[in-house]
Structures are given as structure tokens and as C-alpha cells.
């Protein structure tokens, strides 16, 4: 008989970045779209971030975690990821929530960027006012 593994799958997002994750059961293995975090992020303040929600509760060598991440650039992915880790946990205990949320991992960050508007350069920015 073959024995069920569990799965718990979520997603997050950020910016234009979504990031799909699964945890199992296991050593604390990560793969980031076939690829360890250290070689796919490259910055070590970025994987920190990424690793607050398994570290607040305690779970970061309890679960392998497999992500699959598209859109955006690394930051955008790196907040989508940690948001989608902590979907994910929330899944496996839900008395984690109360510890993510107060932590701020719960929330999705919803600041986008701001469209560039027709007869402008940008944004914000104005073509330079000439009076003569």
C-alpha cells in the first residue's frame, strides 16, 4: 500500500511577482524554480527575509519546500515567496496565524507601480513648461 504524503500548496504574490509553494514533510530541503535560494536570489539579506516566517515558528527545518516563482524582479518574487510560505504554514497549524500576522508576513504588500499617463515622460514627471 502506498502511504499519502501531505502536501500543503499556497500562493502569494507581490507587485507583478507570483510565487507558488508546496511544503512537505521533511529536512528543511529548498528548491526555488529548480535551483537552491543562495544561487537563485544571490543576496543574502533577500534569503533572511524569505526565511522570517519558517524561523518565527519555528518550522525551518521541519519542511521541504518546493516554489515555483514568475513575474517581476527578485525583491518583487522575494516578497511574494515569503507571503506564500506563510499561506502555507498557516495551512499546516493555524495556531501559526496569530504569530505570521503580528509579524506582518500575512498581509499582502500592495503598493504597485504607477502608470505612465498619456503626454507625460512618466508617472509624475512633466515636460518642461515653456512660457515663450
Known amino acids: 500500500m502506498v502511504e499519502k504524503v501531505e502536501k500543503y500548496r499556497a500562493s502569494g504574490s507581490r ?4 510565487a507558488r509553494v508546496c511544503l512537505t514533510p521533511g529536512t528543511g ?16 539579506a533577500v534569503i533572511k527575509f524569505i526565511e ?9 527545518t521541519k519542511f521541504d519546500l518546493t516554489a515555483r516563482l514568475t513575474g517581476g524582479g527578485t525583491v518583487g518574487q522575494a516578497g511574494a515567496l ?3 510560505i506563510s499561506r ?8 501559526l496565524r496569530g504569530v505570521l500576522k503580528a509579524s506582518g508576513c500575512m498581509t499582502r504588500d ?6 505612465k499617463k498619456y503626454g507625460q515622460p512618466g508617472a509624475r514627471k ?6 515663450r
Open 110 to 115: 500592495s503598493r504597485m507601480k504607477e502608470r
Open 29 to 44: 530541503i529548498w528548491v526555488v524554480n529548480s535551483k537552491t535560494p543562495t544561487i537563485y536570489f544571490g543576496n543574502e
Open 15 to 18: 507587485k507583478t511577482s507570483v
Open 126 to 131: 512633466r515636460f518642461q513648461f515653456s512660457k
Open 82 to 84: 515569503r507571503h506564500a
Open 88 to 95: 502555507a504554514l498557516q495551512l499546516t497549524d493555524a495556531s
Open 52 to 60: 522570517q516566517p519558517m524561523k518565527l515558528t519555528d518550522t525551518l
